[in-house]
């Protein structure tokens, strides 16, 4: 069956850094994009970084441009989220997403667990 799994997570203090991955399983995860989105207590969920097919392209939301990093590998289909400089306001549940146009939030057609990210002294 289809599964999205991410790891990485974890307490960090502010300025830190923290290495997301997703490992994908169960569909042909080179035809899709792949996105990280995050959502935080009381908060919608927010569309953070996306990143092409073939990794040639990348967005990042607003709030995590210079900051965040996201790659790809194909042939072990993971995708990762770097986090560097990481703030307080970072602190969420990061989800990685599979499917729907780069620059929306839209179209998603698998969805991972989870993975808490917690930026705090």
């Known amino acids: 069956q289809v599964q999205l799994v991410e790891s990485g997570g974890g307490l960090v203090q502010p300025g830190g850094s923290l290495r997301l991955s997703c490992v994908a399983s169960?569909?042909?995860?080179?035809?899709?994009?792949m996105k990280w989105f995050r959502q935080a207590p009381g908060k919608e969920r927010e569309l953070v970084a996306g990143?092409?097919?073939?990794?040639?392209?990348?967005m990042f939301a607003d709030s995590v441009k210079g900051r965040f990093t996201i790659s790809r590998d194909n042939v072990k289909s993971t995708m990762y989220l770097q986090m560097n400089s990481l703030k307080p306001e970072d602190t969420a549940i990061y989800y990685c997403?599979?499917?729907?146009?780069?620059?929306?939030?839209?179209?998603?057609?698998?969805w991972g667990q989870g993975t808490q990210v917690t930026v705090s002294s």
């Open positions: 997403a599979a499917g729907g146009p780069m620059y929306t939030d839209r179209g998603v057609v698998y």
């Open positions: 169960g569909f042909s995860f080179n035809d899709y994009v």
């Open positions: 990143i092409s097919v073939y990794g040639a392209d990348a």
